[in-house]
């Protein structure tokens, strides 16, 4: 009985880590999309490593289609071994052309615990190097935009969230555990 319950629990390790690195890999598709190329480079890249299911595709007034894709840990979040913590991933076009990355991450079980950062970045024809925060649901959620002409330190910092919540017991409990420099993503933070 000890080596059963002994063998579930490295399972679950292991799957939870997998969970993980699944989450650190489609954050890290993110920062590698600059262009309309590199979009749909990732979009066929995830297609061929989780399926053609693992794209939800929808199409909106305006002529924008969205690509999303979701990892989360669920299937263990409803054993109670650790906080649901999901990852998204949107890509919108628009006419066949890159509009906008969306990066999202939410962990908790309840309103009340749950923490979430929103970080989009806009590749329209504003070459302004705004860099916006929104400190409205401190400190449990953030929403971070900017366009893409911005700094790319900058840009590496605002797409850098934490998958280590997908494995953490207690989970990540606010704005500042999914993506640390949040708070400092301001105009106010000088380019590296």
């Known amino acids: 009985m000890v080596a059963a319950v002994a063998v579930c629990g490295l399972g679950i390790a292991v799957y939870a880590m997998h969970l993980s690195a699944s989450a650190r890999a489609l954050v890290d598709s993110a920062g590698g999309i600059h262009t309309t190329a590199d979009a749909e480079r990732e979009i066929t890249s995830w297609r061929k490593r989780l399926g053609k299911e693992f794209w939800m595709?929808?199409?909106?007034?305006?002529g924008d289609h969205n690509y999303d894709g979701v990892i989360d840990n669920l299937s263990i979040a409803r054993l109670?071994?650790?906080?649901?913590?999901?990852?998204?991933?949107?890509?919108t076009m628009?006419?066949?052309?890159l509009r906008c990355l969306t990066l999202t991450m939410t962990t908790g079980r309840t309103p009340s615990t749950t923490a979430h950062v929103w970080v989009q970045e806009w590749f329209d024809s504003d070459k302004s190097r705004h860099f916006h925060v929104v400190h409205k649901d401190k400190p449990w959620g953030a929403v971070v935009e900017f366009s893409a002409s911005a700094?790319?330190?900058?840009?590496?910092?605002a797409l850098d969230l934490n998958t280590k919540c997908f494995v953490q017991f207690n989970g990540c409990k606010s704005a500042e555990d999914i993506l640390p420099v949040v708070w400092r993503l301001g105009p106010a933070e000088s380019p590296d």
């Open 57 to 62: 595709e929808s199409d909106h007034l305006g």
């Open 94 to 97: 628009r006419g066949g052309e």
């Open 80 to 91: 109670g071994i650790l906080e649901p913590a999901g990852v998204m991933l949107g890509v």
């Open 151 to 157: 700094p790319e330190a900058q840009r590496t910092k």
